[in-house]
């Protein structure tokens, strides 16, 4: 049950991240765009494909799965403005240095969440929910 809730939790984040990197990259209009929760679906694909059948918790496993994220997951995560959302209206305060020490640190924690969580993965099965977004979403 935790192992599912933790999943959902990172599909959610991680379904937030696609959804701002695919809106804010110039000239996204003029190529077809791809659904949030599709795009999920094909990089958990890709990463659960990758691990099936390694064994949990070793470090050979552990290796694998920070690699998998730096690889799969993290090209897709505008970590700037998934930074500033969080940090919110002290962002504003932020001198230019305290920004970058800021997005490095969240960068680093969104890695290690999403490997904790493949490294933990035991087969179970992944759902992700479809996306309900208005066109001026």
């Known amino acids: 049950m935790l192992a599912t809730i933790r999943i959902r939790c990172n599909a ?24 949030p929760d599709e795009q999920v679906r094909q990089v958990f694909a890709d990463v659960l494909a990758a691990v099936k059948g390694i064994p949990p918790g070793n470090r050979e496993a552990r290796n694998k799965a920070l690699a998998l994220v730096k ?11 998934m930074t500033r959302l969080a940090v919110g209206r002290a962002w504003r305060s932020a001198n230019g240095g305290q920004r970058e020490a800021l997005v490095a640190q969240f960068g680093t ?4 969440t999403y490997s904790v969580a ?3 993965y035991d087969g179970h099965e992944t759902q992700v929910d479809p996306v309900r977004l208005s066109p001026e979403d």
């Open 118 to 120: 493949i490294d933990a």
């Open 71 to 81: 690889d799969k997951i993290l090209p897709h995560i505008d970590f700037e403005r």
């Open 12 to 35: 959610l984040l991680l379904a937030n991240a696609v959804a701002m990197l695919i809106a804010s990259q110039p000239g996204s209009a003029q190529a077809a765009p791809v659904a």
């Open 109 to 112: 924690l969104i890695t290690r």
